[in-house]
């Protein structure tokens, strides 16, 4: 079973910066575009960045200039670095993918929180 897992969440002052990371594990053999999203309390789940296995790169307007999608394939790991956060960030980010060509997979959420 393919399972995605985040971390790097936490509680950051407005400026600030924050790496998240997402790893997928189990049986792969395959990760297609693997992205990141967001859902803040109130608000339907946004799409923050996504990057293909092609290295190809999208992200949300709200997050361009801060924001850097990155994956290291030998580990199946897809990265979000962002800087220059603000309190409209905050929210629960998720990592999604679609693997062995099966999915999308979901990661179980993880919180970032930053305060003005």
């Known amino acids: 079973q393919v399972q995605l897992v985040e971390s790097g969440g936490g509680l950051v002052q407005a400026g600030g910066s924050l790496r998240l990371s997402c790893a997928a594990s189990g049986i792969i053999f395959s990760i297609n575009a693997m992205g990141w999203y967001r859902q803040a309390p109130g608000k339907q789940r946004e799409l923050v960045a996504i990057?293909?296995?092609?290295?190809?790169?999208n992200y949300a307007d709200s997050g361009k200039g801060r924001f850097t999608i990155s994956r290291d394939n030998a580990k199946n790991t897809v990265y979000l670095q962002m800087n220059s956060l603000k309190p409209e960030d905050t929210a629960v980010y998720y990592c999604?993918?679609?693997?062995?060509?099966?999915?999308?997979?979901w990661g179980q959420g993880t919180q970032v929180t930053v305060s003005s």
């Open positions: 999604n993918s679609l693997v062995n060509n099966r999915g999308p997979y």
């Open positions: 990057i293909t296995n092609g290295g190809s790169l």
